[in-house]
């Protein structure tokens, strides 16, 4: 976790939550030292849910429930060995701690496109000329994309982090801090919107000269800046609390403390014996597939008519590649006059660092930009397989691609898929194999010949259910789904 927070800049936030959390706790030291802590088996509860929730992260390989795990043992340390009323004195500064968790990434395709939006709401109401697929912004001095960089997911977290602050330092009133919070949400996304607008402009006003590299990066920083600086000083303009940390704690004493002892040493054993049983109870995955190299990619063994004519240049189209695979196979073909490719990628057991959706995993190279997806069901004679179509770009020139995420005969569409159907076939004790085809050809005005194209080639292969046909002769009367 510390990891991702330091070498992730949009979670970078994360690193001050326990320095926040721990300056708070420390201001109300005077008042927590005339409390009497009590223990409390409502701790143990918590310790062993968050070591269930610890394990099941275990077992589906996703990280965030390990993480959000290890916070909410924290909580449950504490209401044990402390008691609920100084818990309840803590309770912001505890649950700010979860602000450490590094999550929130699947926020930055949707930021992508509310820019883009947003950016294209504004060239419309200024008329700019202009024309926009996606993410892709063309102005006269040439094409623009708005990139993850663009997204805004840093500004995002950073001001939802200073704004939940100020809200507990600077109000009494709900309703302002839940103010203050909104704020911070909306404040970052106009604000990104309109940077990556004047980064636009500056660009076409200058030629492409400025706005770009480091001229970039300081822009980006300057507008973090401004949006920090206009949230707090707007939030300090309207405080109703004077002061910014309430140091009026209940000072009751508690007179009654049963067995803290016994109560905190099972604290201990669940936070501590509980994970250490999951781990014997869950397969355990080869870690080796985390530095594993890429594989040999081998040509598609293709066996069917003639009308499907092997090419020799196979880097006319730009190669997927799934750094983890076991074998892949990839081959060009031309049929009516559409040229595309075939290419398959087998994964004898899915584990962690071996994965169908991981980093380094690419239906094409870097340079290829996703414009629009939707799913497309693709009849393969007697059966239906369901691929997800991708519209690519890259300059002027775009690609079609379908991809079929297959994991031991249940098609998944995301890693949370893959995860679910991973951990449910390792809970029966079989192999997780896993398998990719993916189809991509350029596109030259029209889809239909393309898809037709595709559509009988997918109903001419034929692979196992398991597919572990792949890369072989496939002349068989079933086609794809042959068993």
């Not at 202009?130 to 997204?151: D, F, K, N, R, W």
């Not at 775009?398 to 031991?408: I, K, Q, R, Y």
Request: charged letters at 15%.
């Amino acid at each position: 976790m510390v990891q991702i927070l330091w070498k992730v800049d949009a979670f970078a936030h994360g690193l001050l939550a326990p320095i926040v959390s721990a300056s708070l706790i420390w201001s109300r030291r005077d008042a927590l030292a005339r409390l009497v802590p009590a223990s409390s088996w409502l701790g143990v509860l918590i310790v062993f849910a968050a070591s269930l929730l610890w394990v099941a992260g275990s077992l589906l390989d996703f990280a965030l429930f390990q993480h959000v795990a290890l916070v909410t043992a924290i909580q449950g340390v504490v209401i044990g060995s402390f008691g609920l009323k100084v818990y309840r004195q803590l309770l912001f500064p505890m649950l700010f701690l979860y602000f450490s968790v590094p999550f929130g990434s699947e926020l930055v395709t949707p930021l992508q496109y509310l820019t883009a939006n947003l950016v294209i709401g504004v060239l419309d109401f200024i008329g700019a000329d202009y024309t926009a697929q996606g993410m892709l912004i063309t102005l006269p001095s040439g094409l623009y994309e708005v990139a993850e960089a663009c997204a805004g997911v840093k500004f995002l977290f950073t001001s939802i982090f200073t704004g939940v602050l100020l809200s507990h330092l600077l109000y009494a009133s709900w309703k302002k801090r839940f103010a203050v919070i909104a704020g911070s949400i909306v404040l970052p996304i106009v604000a990104n919107a309109l940077r990556v607008l004047l980064i636009f402009l500056i660009a076409e006003l200058s030629d492409q000269k400025l706005a770009k590299g480091f001229d970039h990066l300081v822009y980006g920083w300057v507008f973090l800046s401004i949006v920090l600086f206009t949230l707090i000083s707007v939030a300090y303009r309207y405080s109703d609390r004077p002061d910014p940390v309430d140091n009026n704690i209940e000072t009751k004493t508690i007179s009654h403390v049963t067995h803290p002892h016994r109560q905190q040493v099972a604290i201990w054993l669940a936070l501590v014996l509980l994970p250490v049983l999951g781990l014997l109870a869950v397969p355990q995955s080869d870690q080796s597939g985390l530095l594993k190299t890429p594989s040999e990619i081998k040509p598609l063994i293709f066996a069917a008519e003639t009308k499907f004519r092997t090419l020799a240049n196979t880097d006319l189209i730009a190669r997927p590649n799934f750094i983890s695979a076991d074998e892949q196979w990839s081959s060009l073909f031309r049929h009516n006059g559409v040229v595309f490719r075939a290419h398959l990628a087998k994964f004898n057991e899915l584990s962690a660092g071996q994965r169908l959706f991981q980093p380094g995993n690419s239906l094409a190279s870097e340079e290829w930009k996703p414009v629009k997806s939707d799913s497309v069901t693709i009849l393969a004679q007697q059966c239906s397989i369901t691929f997800t179509e991708s519209i690519l770009r890259r300059g002027e020139s775009e690609m079609v691609v379908w991809a079929h995420h297959n994991l031991g005969g249940t098609v998944v569409t995301n890693s949370i898929d893959e995860k679910l159907v991973t951990a449910w076939v390792q809970l029966r004790r079989a192999p997780a194999i896993g398998a990719v085809i993916v189809l991509s050809a350029p596109i030259a005005g029209n889809l239909m010949p393309v898809r037709a194209s595709f559509e009988e080639f997918l109903s001419t292969i034929a692979l196992d259910n398991d597919l572990n046909g792949l890369g072989g002769v496939n002349i068989r009367n079933g086609g794809l789904c042959a068993g």
